[in-house]
């Protein structure tokens, strides 16, 4: 969607006498209910989120206080092109500042304040790691520029670990992008494959992650609540503590029609007749379903139990093949889960230990930016980050809030000799400590400034599980009239997971589709076919073969300009 493409829409006809529901109240729904009401003319007292917790955003989490200590289960790694989230934020009016957009201050933000990593690795208990190269060895290039090449069909349900020699995964690319991305050795090969070709121009800055751009706090108070407030302020109704048991869909021939909605609202059950002049929207699968939360005295515990989002999706998808295949993401929690921790400290002694490795101070509302700092020969290959200050809008000036996190729970500590997941607050800050080169005998003074809140989440990469076309449903399916899915468990081309892109972007193709407008989403950022961004990556890499570098510029462009009346030029 350029410029050109930045149309009012004209009124749907019959719009005012329609209904949308929308099941979970992550970024995908409020962003679906957002452009229901700019693109589509929809009331917002027409639509209706519903929520099965007490509150909104999903896995956009962030709340808590300096007493009982905060807690954020995860983090966002945003870059400028992110064109569908950037589209829905420049509309969003800022919480803080009148006439101003959410958009307005983010990009403010980050032009005063731009993301640098001074340091990205430590190793052998605090040792900064100043070499800001891949590692990568020609056959490891090789393999790269193949996969850039090949078809996603021709590599099925093929992993990572599959496709690559065992050199590729002790170079640090591989050590960057496992902890940018969460990625595991058993994730899915196109899924990698859509990140290189997604993010390509990112590629120079991976050892500093130059080019990202990040929130003014937590993602909680500077992107959900701005954009709920304005839903609010639109006439959208919030329903929590209300499940979705089912959805009654009618599948005649290729039509499929939902006529009805179960739910249980706050202990009673209820239904809500549907017609074909409803639209309902799915959020299928969750990353943040059953997590569970641990303290400084207690670990968190591993919820395999019932999950009521992915059950719903298990339910619809049984009516009809073109709604997914769920058990391909959330059969194998072993394969799915990882462990995060959120620090809250008090005084000036983990301040100063941050400080000292993220090579900048921690002032409030001063710079701070600086991506994760990730511990190389940790066991649990531990990543920690201190953002920006405050994190929090109630947080103290003589407070700094930190986040952790590990891709390996299940193995015992370098220094608590037992697995992550066992490890209350205190042992895993004690690990941290260690790897920061803290003695034993000096870690209480710092134990006795912070509240570790630690949290099990059992399918925070089950959208990365390997998986073929038809795992995950269309974001309208062949033949749906009022039902389209949303979020990470959708499947858009050529886009990534993981990403609050890929949900807003969910969001925009689905009210666009089932209300036919004439309208498109912005195109995904095409820079795998910007010979410059091509060229720079080669140069990171430090390819020395000419001839396989000209071979991926002539296939990109050739794809490129393929039935164009360029083509014979090539």
């Known amino acids: 969607m350029g410029t050109y493409q930045r149309v009012h829409t004209r009124k749907p006809q019959g719009i005012e006498n329609k209904r949308a529901f929308l099941i979970g109240s992550g970024i995908a729904s409020m962003a679906a209910a957002h452009y229901l009401i700019r693109d589509g003319h929809m009331q917002g007292s027409q639509i209706t989120i519903m929520e099965q917790d007490g509150i909104s955003g999903g896995a956009m989490d962030g709340a808590g206080n300096p007493d009982d200590g905060f807690v954020a289960r995860g983090g966002r790694e945003m870059e400028e092109h992110y064109e569908c989230l950037w589209d829905l934020y420049g509309d969003i009016p800022s919480i803080e500042e009148a006439e101003r957009t959410v958009l307005d201050e983010f990009k403010e933000l980050n032009d005063i304040d731009p993301n640098y990593s001074n340091v990205r690795v430590i190793f052998n208990r605090g040792e900064k790691q100043r070499n800001r190269e891949l590692g990568l060895h020609e056959k490891n290039t090789q393999e790269l520029i193949k996969l850039l090449l090949t078809k996603e069909e021709d590599l099925g349900t093929m992993s990572v670990a599959e496709y690559f020699d065992a050199s590729f995964f002790e170079t640090d690319m591989w050590l960057y992008w496992r902890s940018m991305f969460a990625f595991e050795t058993w994730h899915s090969l196109v ?17 500093t992650m130059r080019g990202l751009v990040f929130t003014k706090y937590n993602q909680y108070d500077s992107l959900i609540l701005p954009l709920k407030k304005h839903l609010e302020s639109k006439g959208v109704k919030f329903l929590f503590n209300t499940t979705v048991n089912d959805l009654d869909i009618d599948v005649l021939g290729e039509k499929k029609v939902v006529k009805a909605i179960h739910i249980t609202q ?16 799915f959020t299928n699968g969750s990353m943040t379903e059953n997590s569970s939360l641990g303290s400084m005295d207690e670990p968190p515990v591993l919820n395999r139990g019932e999950a009521a989002v992915w059950n719903l999706w298990k339910k619809v998808a049984k009516k009809d ?40 101070e921690f002032l409030p509302h001063r710079k701070g930016t600086g991506g994760i700092i990730t511990i190389k020969d940790s066991s649990w290959l531990m990543s920690v980050t201190a953002n920006r200050q405050p994190q929090f809008k109630n947080q103290p000036e003589d407070v700094i809030v930190a986040w952790a996190y590990a891709l390996f729970p299940d193995k015992k500590g370098d220094f608590i000799k037992k697995p992550m997941s066992e490890c209350s607050g205190e042992e895993l800050f004690k690990e941290l400590l260690y790897h920061m080169g803290i003695e034993e005998d000096d870690m209480q003074a710092y134990i006795d400034e912070v509240i570790v809140i630690p949290a099990m989440m059992p399918y925070i990469t089950s959208q990365f599980m390997p998986r073929v ?4 449903p269309d974001v309208v399916p062949k033949g749906s009239v009022n039902l389209a899915f949303l979020g990470q468990f959708a499947e858009i081309e050529g886009d990534c997971v993981f990403t609050v892109e890929y949900s807003v972007r969910s969001a925009m193709m689905a009210v666009y589709t089932l209300l036919k407008l004439d309208k498109q989403p912005p195109e995904i950022y095409p820079s795998q076919y910007d010979i410059r961004a091509l060229a720079a990556a080669s140069k990171t890499m430090k390819s020395d073969d000419e001839g396989i570098l000209k071979k991926a510029i002539e296939t990109i462009v050739k794809k490129k300009l393929e039935h164009t009346t360029l083509e014979d030029l090539l």
Not at 266 to 281: A, C, K, Q, Y
Not at 469 to 472: A, I, L, P, T
């Open 191 to 207: 899924e990698m494959k859509r990140y290189m070709h997604r993010f390509i121009h990112l590629m120079p800055g991976m050892s």
């Open 266 to 281: 706050n202990g009673r059950d209820e239904s809500i007749e549907t017609s074909e002049d409803d639209l309902v929207f």
């Open 321 to 360: 093949a073109a709604f997914g295949r769920p058990e391909v993401f959330c059969s194998d929690i072993d394969k799915t889960k990882w462990e995060s921790f959120t620090i809250t400290a008090k005084g000036k002694k983990f301040r100063k230990l941050m400080e000292h490795f993220a090579e900048r």
């Open 469 to 472: 076309q038809g795992d995950r």
